[in-house]
Each structure stands twice: as structure tokens, then as C-alpha cells.
């Protein structure tokens, strides 16, 4: 009952188009995208609603360690335009760094793990770097209307990255997921684990809804889970701050109309980062422990540079929150935080 099967191009790459009679055999089939709505809270702002997608362009792994990013870009490039990109496999490995910010209108349903090589010397030269923060990332995830759920995995093999730390204090460390110039979506139903730096990096985003994200970093040896990028190493003061740094859930920066909801951090360090020049930003519903919760980060860092960050709602977060509610107030880089 299979409607057509084109562009089997690649090894490890089907695609469908048209619907398959349901037990008809002719593809697995598929989660519904869950409904994610902004509750109880909204930023007021429009929702743009993803129209069903078209055709789905399942991603075979091809087992056995070996790198399946170029098959997952394929099928990102194949299933443009109205597709669902199908990660339905209990493993995959990314070794390349993957640029999707092509993507217009494209589900990503992500079931299984989805796992980073260790290849550290790889990754320092190719990951996408950013002059703010030095961000560094994996992967990047931009476009139109872009939603990616399915009760999976991402995991960041960050054990080696902090490991690495102890004798490189300066190793640029990629983030976990990375969301730049991406207008309308979602991110839900998602586990993330031992990211080496930072969960979430949204830059230049809009209208985008982060739900039901259960994120956590977890050391399995003495090397905290918890390097910051400093080069601070043996006094006292030095070491209590390199343990409290840069594990951030989410670090929003130059972004309109976001909401963060229903989710689970364990992290050692912000639970939310507002950076410049974020607007509209709704919190609710977050558990956060270990971390030092909301907090309105490096304003005012750049010469020069006018931050700001307006609009903020943050409700019923929970945890070891010391810095949490900022209720509806506009913060310039010259308000007092
Ligand atoms: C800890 O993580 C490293 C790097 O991923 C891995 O090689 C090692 O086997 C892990 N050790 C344990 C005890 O899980
Ligand atoms: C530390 O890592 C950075 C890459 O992030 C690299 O440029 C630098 O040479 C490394 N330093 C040492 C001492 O290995
Ligand atoms: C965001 O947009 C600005 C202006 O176009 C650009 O300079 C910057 O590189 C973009 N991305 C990030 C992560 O800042
Ligand atoms: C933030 O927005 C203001 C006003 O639009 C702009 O002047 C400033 O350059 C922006 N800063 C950053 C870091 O994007």
C-alpha cells in the first residue's frame, strides 16, 4: 500500500510519500506530533500552527558505531518542504557536524539515542562556532517551523569533554543542541544527557515552545560534570568556581516569544540564562535542581552593545532556586538585577 518510494539514494535512507493504509506493513508508523501548547501561561504572542506534514523520510543506522550523520542530513534535505525526518532506531551515531538550518516546515521524530562521537579533535576544529560566549555546537537546527519530539535520547558523551578539562582548561566544549535563526516550533518529549557545555543555545530565534525536556549531567568519575571554560585551577575559591559553571539548560540570546514548560533540569549551573536581547520569555512548570535557576545573564557584557531583555514571566519553577521570579519587568543593561 506503500503511495511511492522515491529518492532511496542513500544507503540506509527510505522515503515515503503518501500515507500507508494503517497494519498495512508498508512503513513503521509513526508517533502523532504531541500537541504542545503554552499553559497556563502565554507571551501573548501568535503560535504559528505547523500544518501535517507529507512524506516521511525514514533514517536506517547503520549499526555497529559507525557515523550516520550524513544519512540524517539527507533525509533532513530529502524530506524538506512539509516532511518528517524518522530517527525510529535505538542508535545513532553523529561524527560530522550537521548544519540544518535550511530546514522549512520539517517534524524530526527522534526515538531512539541519538549519540555524539568522542573524537574531541574533530569537533574542536568542526563544530559551528559563534563569537558570543564562544559558543561552539554539535549541530544547528534553523529555518521555519521546525518540531522535534519523540520521547528519545540525545546524549553528548560529555565524560570525555570533562575528562579533558583536567589537563586543557581552555577546550572549547560544543553544546548540545543548538537552535540559530529558527522562527516557529517545538522541541518536546525529549531526554538530554551529558552535554560536554551548555543543554540548549537559541540565537535569533522566535515563537518556539520547549516541553516536557528532561535534561541531566552526570559525571562517572571525580571530574565534575561541571568544568567551566576558565583557566582557573588549584585555590579554593578557583576550584568552588570552576565546579559552578557552564552546565546552562538554556541560554536564550537575541530571541522573541519563547516558552520553557513541564520539564526536568539537573545541572550545576543557570536552569534558564536570558542573554542580550531576549524578549517574551515564559517560564513555568520547570524543576530545577543543582542549579542557581533563572537568572538574567551577561548584560551589559559588550562595549558598546545595548542589551536588552524584556518581558519575562516565570512561574511555579521549583527547586534550589536562588535566583528565580522575575516577574514582567524590562531589564536594560543598566537595571540593577
Ligand atoms: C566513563 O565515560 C568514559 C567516556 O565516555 C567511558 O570511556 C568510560 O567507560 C565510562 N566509565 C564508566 C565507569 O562508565
Ligand atoms: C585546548 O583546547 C583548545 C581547543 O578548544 C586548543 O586550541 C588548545 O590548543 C588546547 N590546549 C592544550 C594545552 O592542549
Ligand atoms: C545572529 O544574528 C546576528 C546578526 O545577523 C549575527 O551577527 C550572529 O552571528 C547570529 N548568530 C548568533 C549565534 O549570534
Ligand atoms: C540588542 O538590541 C538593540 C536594539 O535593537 C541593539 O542596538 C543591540 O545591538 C542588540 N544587542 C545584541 C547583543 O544583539
Same mark, same amino acid.
Request: proline share 4%.
Given at each position: 500500500?506503500?503511495?511511492?518510494?522515491?529518492?532511496?539514494?542513500?544507503?540506509?535512507?527510505?522515503?515515503?510519500?503518501?500515507?500507508?493504509?494503517?497494519?498495512?506493513?508498508?512503513?513503521?508508523?509513526?508517533?502523532?506530533?504531541?500537541?504542545?501548547?503554552?499553559?497556563?501561561?502565554?507571551?501573548?504572542?501568535?503560535?504559528?500552527?505547523?500544518?501535517?506534514?507529507?512524506?516521511?523520510?525514514?533514517?536506517?543506522?547503520?549499526?555497529?558505531?559507525?557515523?550516520?550523520?550524513?544519512?540524517?542530513?539527507?533525509?533532513?534535505?530529502?524530506?524538506?518542504?512539509?516532511?518528517?525526518?524518522?530517527?525510529?532506531?535505538?542508535?545513532?551515531?553523529?561524527?560530522?557536524?550537521?548544519?540544518?538550518?535550511?530546514?522549512?516546515?520539517?517534524?524530526?521524530?527522534?526515538?531512539?539515542?541519538?549519540?555524539?562521537?568522542?573524537?574531541?579533535?574533530?569537533?574542536?576544529?568542526?563544530?559551528?562556532?559563534?563569537?558570543?560566549?564562544?559558543?561552539?555546537?554539535?549541530?544547528?537546527?534553523?529555518?521555519?517551523?521546525?518540531?522535534?519530539?519523540?520521547?528519545?535520547?540525545?546524549?553528548?558523551?560529555?565524560?570525555?569533554?570533562?575528562?579533558?578539562?583536567?589537563?586543557?582548561? %581552555?577546550?572549547?566544549?560544543? +553544546?548540545? /543542541? =543548538?537552535?540559530? #535563526?529558527?522562527?516557529? *516550533?517545538?522541541?518536546?518529549?525529549?531526554?538530554?544527557?551529558?552535554?560536554?557545555?551548555?543543554?540548549?543555545?537559541?540565537?535569533?530565534?522566535?515563537?518556539?515552545?520547549?516541553?516536557?525536556?528532561?535534561?541531566?549531567?552526570?559525571?562517572?568519575?571525580?571530574?565534575?560534570?561541571?568544568?567551566?571554560?576558565?583557566?582557573?585551577?588549584?585555590?579554593?575559591?578557583?576550584?568552588?568556581?570552576?565546579?559552578?559553571?557552564?552546565?546552562?539548560?538554556?541560554?536564550?540570546?537575541?530571541?522573541?516569544?519563547?516558552?520553557?514548560?513541564?520539564?526536568?533540569?539537573?545541572?550545576?549551573?543557570?536552569?534558564?540564562?536570558?542573554?542580550?536581547?531576549?524578549?517574551?520569555?515564559?517560564?513555568?512548570?520547570?524543576?530545577? %535542581?543543582?542549579?542557581?535557576? +533563572?537568572? /538574567? =545573564?551577561?548584560? #551589559?557584557?559588550?562595549? *558598546?552593545?545595548?542589551?536588552?531583555?524584556?518581558?519575562?514571566?516565570?512561574?511555579?519553577?521549583?527547586?534550589?532556586?536562588?535566583?528565580?521570579?522575575?516577574?514582567?519587568?524590562?531589564?536594560?543593561?543598566?537595571?540593577?538585577?
Amino acid at each position: 500500500m506503500r503511495e511511492s518510494v522515491m529518492n532511496v539514494a542513500l544507503l540506509g535512507l527510505s522515503t515515503f510519500t503518501g500515507l500507508c493504509a494503517a497494519a498495512s506493513g508498508c512503513a513503521p508508523s509513526l508517533p502523532p506530533r504531541p500537541t504542545v501548547v503554552p499553559f497556563p501561561y502565554n507571551h501573548g504572542k501568535h503560535h504559528a500552527i505547523s500544518p501535517p506534514r507529507t512524506k516521511t523520510c525514514y533514517v536506517h543506522a547503520f549499526g555497529n558505531g559507525q557515523d550516520d550523520s550524513q544519512t540524517i542530513f539527507s533525509a533532513a534535505k530529502a524530506c524538506n518542504n512539509g516532511g518528517t525526518v524518522a530517527l525510529l532506531d535505538p542508535e545513532y551515531i553523529i561524527g560530522q557536524a550537521l548544519d540544518l538550518t535550511f530546514l522549512q516546515s520539517v517534524d524530526f521524530i527522534i526515538q531512539g539515542e541519538i549519540r555524539f562521537t568522542e573524537d574531541i579533535n574533530y569537533w574542536v576544529q568542526a563544530s559551528f562556532k559563534y563569537a558570543y560566549q564562544g559558543a561552539s555546537l554539535f549541530w544547528q537546527f534553523g529555518g521555519v517551523d521546525v518540531n522535534v519530539y519523540g520521547g528519545g535520547v540525545i546524549n553528548g558523551n560529555g565524560q570525555v569533554w570533562w575528562d579533558r578539562m583536567v589537563t586543557n582548561t %581552555t577546550l572549547q566544549r560544543p +553544546i548540545l /543542541v =543548538g537552535v540559530i #535563526g529558527l522562527q516557529g *516550533g517545538m522541541f518536546s518529549d525529549l531526554s538530554l544527557s551529558n552535554p560536554p557545555n551548555w543543554f540548549h543555545f537559541v540565537a535569533n530565534s522566535s515563537d518556539l515552545i520547549f516541553d516536557k525536556m528532561t535534561m541531566t549531567a552526570l559525571s562517572n568519575d571525580s571530574n565534575a560534570a561541571k568544568n567551566s571554560g576558565e583557566s582557573k585551577r588549584n585555590s579554593h575559591m578557583e576550584e568552588k568556581s570552576r565546579l559552578t559553571d557552564l552546565e546552562d539548560g538554556w541560554d536564550l540570546y537575541r530571541s522573541d516569544a519563547i516558552v520553557i514548560q513541564n520539564s526536568y533540569i539537573s545541572n550545576d549551573d543557570d536552569c534558564v540564562s536570558f542573554k542580550p536581547n531576549s524578549t517574551n520569555v515564559v517560564v513555568q512548570n520547570l524543576r530545577c %535542581t543543582g542549579s542557581h535557576g +533563572i537568572s /538574567v =545573564g551577561s548584560l #551589559g557584557q559588550y562595549l *558598546g552593545e545595548t542589551d536588552i531583555a524584556g518581558k519575562f514571566t516565570s512561574l511555579t519553577a521549583r527547586g534550589e532556586n536562588k535566583r528565580l521570579m522575575i516577574q514582567k519587568r524590562i531589564f536594560t543593561s543598566t537595571t540593577p538585577l
